[in-house]
């Protein structure tokens, strides 16, 4: 029995206040604290409502340590789910610091004047955390999170050795709106508007600009959207995916052993591109500060407040998800090609905890994620990756609390793209 503080109300705050409150033989007592506390107090009462449990409610202004702190310090919790936003991942994790109690996030850190995604801030506290006898777990969502930990299961029981990884992630569901983002728009149009990024090794001669070395290889970027596999999705057909930069490529290169090549591919309807081609021509993706009638605005957090919450997109989402693995490699001197998939339904997620497929993809893997640090079967000091933990308990329960998954093998006749 243990007692869960969930930091942040949104879409997938939702999702890891409801499955935390199915799973009340683990966590016994939830806090759910956000900025705006109404926001709390509305999924609390659904929470209530569904799953039958009551919650306690708190406002935080996470950007300041002394805050959570001193929420910490009151409610005394056994771990910290944190689903605010990535900007708010050091300054929570400093009071995990000084509070010591363990973390967990779904994304890393963004300074937010720079849409750049790397670990470094974040595993740059590793020596305070293994100092402090703290565990801290990063990227504990689906994609960063379920895929890593496909990754380290691939690694462990499929593959004597493992040549390449994509991973491909398609929303294959409809919301009815010419154009909206599945979950906080700035970080979603932040990070697809970016050069597209994989990584090779050092030996390999795959498309595009060299860039960084990185481990035993470097990465390669192309201009974003450039390069396209039509891809058919398990349960969900042939849809366009496109290779972009993803924040697990940079662990996965340096925590799965041998690897060749690692790149991650999203699907997008032609109307999401149309659309964002024009939003980033006219410039209301920028993240610089513009001027405008006497005051300073941020183009892209302006063109959040015109968009659909992506928490309202859940009631009328039909259609489905399919996120996986394609891992291949050898297997007793044998060739092998394995996709690690789930479906995921967006109308079932929502008449189960009032929620699209995206946030719950998410929010059920943090949560799954949480369960394995207080029931211990996932342990240590420092500041972890998902993959570097054992992935089978993992699997085992995430599989039992809504996201099935499967393997199978790839049919001989596809061709990866080189
Ligand atoms: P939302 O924008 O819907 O929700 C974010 C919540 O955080 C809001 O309730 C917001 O408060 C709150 N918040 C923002 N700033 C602060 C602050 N300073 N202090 C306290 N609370 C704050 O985002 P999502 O729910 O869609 O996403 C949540 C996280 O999940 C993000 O980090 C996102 O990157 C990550 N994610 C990870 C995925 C994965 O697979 N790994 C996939 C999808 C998302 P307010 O209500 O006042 O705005």
């Known amino acids: ?22 799973l009340s033989s683990v966590f016994s007592h939830i806090m759910l604290a956000s900025r705006t506390k109404s926001r709390c107090d509305d999924i609390a009462r659904e929470v209530s409502e569904l799953q039958g449990k009551s919650i306690e409610t708190a406002a935080l202004d996470a950007d300041d340590p002394k805050n959570t702190v ?18 708010q991942d050091l300054a929570i994790m400093d009071a995990c ?77 409809n919301h009815g709106h010419k154009f909206a983002t599945n979950f906080n728009p700035e970080i979603n149009i932040r990070e697809i508007t970016q050069r597209g990024k994989y990584w090779e090794r050092a030996d390999q001669n795959g498309p595009g600009q060299a860039e960084e070395a990185w481990g035993s290889g470097r990465y390669k970027s192309i201009e974003p959207m450039t390069i396209r596999w039509d891809f058919d999705f398990p349960e969900v057909g042939v849809k366009s995916a496109y290779l972009l930069y993803h924040e697990e490529l940079e662990s996965l290169a340096q925590n799965i052993r041998g690897l060749r090549r690692i790149r991650f591919w999203m699907t997008f309807g032609e109307s999401y591109l149309k659309h964002l081609d024009v939003l980033q021509n006219v410039g209301m993706t920028r993240i610089d500060p513009i001027e405008f009638q006497g005051q300073k605005i941020v183009p892209i957090q302006f063109l959040k407040a015109l968009l659909p919450d992506p928490a309202s997109l859940a009631k009328n989402y039909t259609g489905k998800t399919c996120i996986g693995d394609l891992v291949t490699g050898k297997k007793d001197g044998k060739e092998k090609r394995v996709f690690i998939y789930n479906v995921c339904d967006h109308a079932e997620c929502y008449k189960e905890v009032r929620s699209q497929a995206i946030s719950y993809t998410t929010g059920v893997p943090a949560v799954v994620g949480a369960a394995m640090m207080v029931t211990g079967k996932w342990s240590g000091a420092g500041v972890f990756n998902i993959e570097q933990l054992d992935p089978e308990p993992f699997l085992d329960l995430l599989g039992k609390h809504g996201l099935p998954w499967q393997v199978i093998d790839v049919a001989p006749g596809l061709t990866i793209p080189s």
Request: proline share 5%; net charge negative; with cysteine.
């Open 97 to 173: 610091l000084e509070t010591g109690v363990p973390y967990l996030d779904t994304a890393n850190y963004e300074p937010p004047d720079l849409a750049k995604f790397e670990y470094k801030w974040q595993w740059a506290y590793r020596e305070r955390y293994e100092k402090a006898g703290l565990m801290a777990v990063l990227g504990s969502g689906f994609d960063p999170g379920v895929t890593n930990v496909w990754a380290a299961y691939a690694q462990k029981k499929l593959f004597d050795e493992i040549d390449t990884i994509d991973i491909l992630d398609c929303n294959a569901g």
């Open 70 to 87: 001193e929420l910490i310090r009151r409610f005394r919790p056994d771990i910290l789910i944190n689903v605010a936003l990535p900007y």
């Open 1 to 22: 029995m243990s007692k869960v503080l969930i930091i942040g109300a949104g879409g997938v705050g939702r999702v890891v206040t409801h499955k935390a409150a199915q």
